[in-house]
């Protein structure tokens, strides 16, 4: 391991304590395929003296058997680990390496070359420090060059080392050497990187990996290895105010409510004023608890659990800030997208975003336009196809807390996920929230939904009820708020038809509108449940998906779905508006049931049979339910 | 402040790892073999979530040949930590009574570890497993994520894995699939061993040199822990001074000559030595892509 053999056999714990105190670079090396990247890792592993003697065996069998390399040894098996990328001989994901010197601890990201694999060079550059970009000297900067040095830039990878290898096969070329050297630099100059050193390698023939090379005696810089060594890096965000996502609350008993998350900004210590977005709260710090006793202060980076000194409403998600300076909150965004999935993004597709400990609903716009990498032109675009990158609004369905990527890694970066395989189809960038949404601050107010309910003596909830045509929610719906009424509870009926003449005077029955009647009625009714209600409402809404978006808007348990089951025969025959008759003429056009579908509720809270109950009794068995879940008392 | 040193970070990286699982989870459990790994892991869940006690269960796959030390150790560790045990034995291969001896390492494994591991999950229903694995073990876990997606019939797909990002970890899944979380992605032997010392985590026994009852056999010292051991022509139990760089199956656990009997004297023998913890292990020279196999297949 690179170690003074002699202070280990000597004195074992002060080479501990030595080798305790050192630090930590994770670096990626990128590059176009058959430049030498496993190559140069497995050098840098051999060099360093982490391989092992079954390792070094188990190398020499794999090289004869699979090496490209004569007799000699094939660096590159060490690090080709799958047995698929054996077989074509070329690297196909991220692999990680661990390697120690006198100096540092390093993990590498070996991140592939070839195009179609870019997602796993931005996977690999998005937790590293510095890049290491490989150039065959035979062929100079090529497009990968470009692309990778870019996506390094835009990962606000400050540090990159331009290896240029293969350097044995131009004749150890100063001239070749500088002019790849300048290429690459007017090209970088672009993408504001702060520091470049240009390196002259054979990571075959171990020229410049560990010590000056005899045979580049024109070049003065550091080896490789001793740059890696040296280079002083530090975490974004260390330097800035605290940001602490809430991962999870912590309560072993009731007099113990802790939150426990990684800090990813500033310190923290007892008595600071923290606050607490997206509520604004603010309270102050009263211990940071560790299962090694309580801290006097702790960092970016460390996991802690902290404990406040005011009694707020905090869950998972929410940020814990700095008082006097706190991260943004918005909903909406300009944002740079990486997009991973062969499946291309779609503006106004709904994806799911994680943002720190948040999970959320999500939209993109149409890309505002494409980054050409190989002269950062922009283009336009429809969609994002798997590996582009390109500019687009991103919408959530809440305001979360975030800081700009630039200012903060991990405030500002987020992943997409598709709904349906769950694959990780995208990555991101926040730039900066669009003012529309930025300036509209949420407020924290003093009487809360709570405060509300206390007052009323009831607790607010929506009862969705959903059903053909005919069906009888409305008959049911009448009855329902007329008994809620007799209790004294704060009722409001919303009901279809007379919605229809108002809010949604402008929307038709077409899909699209039927999606948006809903998610209407759904925000009316949010703000009406937020207002301490209990609202019932009385629609059609034969869409689960939407059923399942007007549920989101409330809280957990504020949702009562009621299934008003009527067969569709018995509605038909009824018909008492006329409308099926209508509709089987053709002069009616999506009507449920008979032209557009009718999505039956997988899981209702309440399932009424109207064939088996009369409209009376189903009515109070809606309140009976209400009653038994505590949304009111019998009494009222 | 200082900074943060080496074994600080992969510390709090760990304890981010488990409490982000932990929050994203319907039914997690931690996969437990008795090992340093697995004590590491144990030490690092008690820490993420105190003054709470880790939210899941423990979980032993037993093969019924570990070490008769290793169950105590494990009886000591479940009291200690206040964590429900589950110990799970594949009846089917105790039924067919499956040995290393009469059928092979391969089989042996599959049926008992493979085999048990998913009977134990399904049977279960945990959604998220936590394993011990370390990057640095063998060259495909040097591609494993830190949430490592498995099909319903619990397929590691090495082809099509989730891009992991910053310290975004994607845990959503469908019904029936499931997420395996490693926890230890990022730290190595040295460090395992460094954190052990410091931390003054206990470890199984074996791994401290002690006079053991060995034979000599295809070129490792095997252990003879128990009658089951049929012993060849000629072998007999000599005592020798040995300690275990990694615990598995008795029959299947390769020891060293050593007479380091102190952490300390471990990680200086470590550091002296030149062959890696997996040789000990006979599993994995079965061929060349032996592991990866093991794991497509639902390996841990």
Redesign the interface.
Same mark, same amino acid.
């Not at chain 2, 900074?3 to 970070?9: C, F, G, M």
């Not at chain 2, 820490?47 to 006690?53: C, L, M």
């Not at chain 2, 550091?271 to 890696?276: G, H, N, S, Y």
């Given at each position: 391991m690179g170690a003074p053999t002699s202070l280990i056999e000597q004195d074992i714990e002060k080479y501990l304590v030595v080798h305790q105190n050192k630090s930590l670079l994770r670096f990626i090396t990128c590059g176009s395929v058959d430049d030498g990247k496993s190559t140069l890792i497995g050098r840098l592993l051999y060099e360093s003296k982490a391989l092992l003697e079954d390792q070094l065996s188990a190398l020499e069998g794999d090289s004869r058997k699979f090496g490209t390399q004569g007799d000699e040894l094939d660096f590159a098996l060490l690090v080709d680990g799958l047995s698929a990328e054996r077989e074509q001989g070329i690297t196909i994901d991220v692999a990680y390496r661990f390697f120690t010197t006198e100096r540092r601890k390093f993990i590498v990201a070996d991140t592939p070359g070839h195009e179609q694999y870019t997602r796993n060079m931005v996977t690999g550059a998005s937790t590293a420090d510095l890049a290491v970009i490989l150039v065959d000297a035979r062929k100079g900067v090529l497009t990968q060059t470009r692309r990778h040095s870019f996506l390094v830039a835009l990962l606000g990878i400050r540090h990159i080392v331009l290896a240029i290898n293969k350097l044995d096969m131009v004749g150890y070329s100063r001239e070749t050497f500088d002019a790849i050297d300048r290429e690459y630099r007017e090209f970088a100059s672009k993408l504001g990187v702060e520091h470049i050193v240009s390196i002259p390698l054979s990571a075959l023939r171990g020229d410049n990996i560990t010590s000056a090379s005899a045979n580049t005696p024109w070049y003065v810089g550091p080896s490789l290895l001793q740059h890696l060594e040296e280079v002083a890096v530090d975490a974004i965000g260390a330097a800035g105010p605290l940001r602490m996502p809430v991962q999870w609350v912590n309560r072993p008993s009731p007099d113990f409510r802790g939150f426990c998350g990684r800090i990813l900004g500033g310190r923290v210590r007892p008595g600071d004023r923290v606050r607490v977005l997206p509520s604004g709260k603010q309270s102050t710090v009263a211990r940071v608890n560790t299962f090694d006793g309580d801290l006097a202060e702790a960092q970016a980076g460390q996991s802690v659990t902290l404990t406040l000194a005011d009694e707020i409403d905090i869950s998972r998600g929410d940020v814990i800030c700095a008082a006097a300076d706190p991260a943004g909150l918005a909903d909406q965004f300009e944002t740079t997208v990486v997009w991973m999935n062969e499946h291309a993004m779609l503006p106004g597709r709904p994806y799911l975003v994680k943002l720190g400990a948040n999970t959320l609903g999500a939209s993109f716009g149409q890309p505002k336009y494409l980054i050409d990498v190989n002269n950062l032109d922009h283009l336009a675009a429809k969609t994002l196809a798997l590996n582009e990158t390109g500019v687009c609004n991103l919408t959530l369905d809440r305001a979360v807390a975030f800081d700009a990527y630039a200012d903060n890694r991990d405030m500002g970066s987020f992943i997409v996920i598709d709904r349906l395989s769950n694959q990780t189809v995208g990555a991101g960038l926040l730039h900066f929230a669009l003012r529309r949404s930025q300036n509209i601050h949420w407020q924290a107010v003093e009487v809360d939904k709570q405060a509300r309910a206390r007052q009323n003596g009831h607790k607010p909830c929506v009862l969705w009820l959903t059903g053909l045509s005919g069906s009888g929610k409305s008959t049911i719906a009448n009855i329902v708020e007329r008994q809620l009424h007799a209790l004294d509870a704060r009722t409001y009926l919303l009901d279809g038809d007379n919605v229809r003449h108002g809010l949604s005077k402008d929307l038709g029955f077409t899909d699209a509108d039927r999606v948006e009647n809903i998610r209407r009625i759904g925000e009316v009714a949010r703000l009406m449940v937020d207002a301490g209600m209990i609202v019932i409402t009385a629609f059609i809404s034969p869409f689960r998906s939407e059923r399942r978006l007007a549920r989101s808007m409330v809280g957990e348990g504020e949702f009562v779905e009621i299934f008003v089951d009527t067969p569709l025969e018995i509605v038909e025959q009824r018909d008492s508006k006329g409308l099926y008759r209508k509709a089987r003429k053709g002069e009616l056009k999506n009507f449920t049931g008979v032209d557009s579908p009718y999505e039956i509720p997988e899981s209702p809270e309440l399932h009424i049979e109207t064939l088996r109950s009369d409209p009376e009794d189903a009515a109070t068995g809606i309140v009976d339910y209400l009653i038994q879940h505590g949304v009111m008392n019998a009494a009222g | 402040?200082s900074?943060? /040193? #080496?074994?600080?970070?992969l510390?709090?990286?760990s304890?981010?790892i488990l409490?982000?699982a932990?929050?994203e989870a319907e039914h997690p459990v931690m996969l437990y073999s008795i090992g340093k790994d697995s004590s590491v892991m144990l030490h690092l869940a008690?820490?993420?979530?105190?003054?709470?006690?880790p939210p899941f269960p423990l979980l032993h796959v037993d093969t019924t040949w570990k070490f008769k030390v290793m169950y105590e150790f494990r009886a000591r560790m479940a009291a200690e930590s206040g964590l429900q045990l589950l110990v799970h034995i594949n009846s089917e291969a105790e039924r067919l009574g499956i040995n290393p001896f009469t059928h092979g390492s391969a089989r042996h494994t599959d049926l008992w570890k493979t085999e048990g591991l998913k009977q134990a999950l399904d049977q279960h229903g945990f959604d998220v497993a936590f394993g011990g694995a370390r990057?640095?073990e063998?060259?495909? %876990?040097?591609?494993e994520r830190v949430f490592s997606f498995r099909s319903a019939q619990h397929r590691w797909d090495?082809?099509n894995?989730?891009?992991?990002?910053?310290?975004?970890y994607?845990a %959503?899944?469908?019904r029936g699939?499931s997420i395996r979380v490693f926890p230890l992605?990022?730290w190595?032997e040295?460090d395992i061993w460094?954190y052990i #010392?410091?931390e003054d985590i206990p470890v199984v026994p074996l791994y401290f040199a002690a006079e053991r009852p060995v034979v000599e056999r295809d070129g490792q010292l095997i252990m003879v822990d128990d009658a089951r051991f049929p012993l060849r022509e000629g072998e007999t139990p000599m005592l020798r001074s040995v300690r275990f760089r990694t615990l598995g199956c008795y029959p299947l656990t390769g020891a060293v000559p050593s007479r380091a009997t102190t952490v300390?004297?471990i990680?200086?023998e470590m550091?002296?030595? %030149? /062959? /890696?913890e997996r040789?000990g292990r006979l599993i994995d020279h079965d061929s /060349?892509?032996s592991m990866?196999?093991k794991k497509a297949e639902g390996y841990f």
């Open positions: - | 402040m900074a943060l /040193t #080496h074994l600080q970070r510390e709090a990286e304890i981010d409490r982000e932990v929050a008690r820490k993420a979530f105190f003054p709470s006690r990057r640095d063998e060259k495909s %876990r040097a591609k090495p082809k894995q989730r891009p992991e990002l910053w310290r975004l994607n %959503r899944k469908n699939e992605s990022n190595t040295l460094q #010392h410091l300390l004297a990680i200086q550091l002296l030595a %030149r /062959t /890696t040789q /060349t892509a990866e196999n």
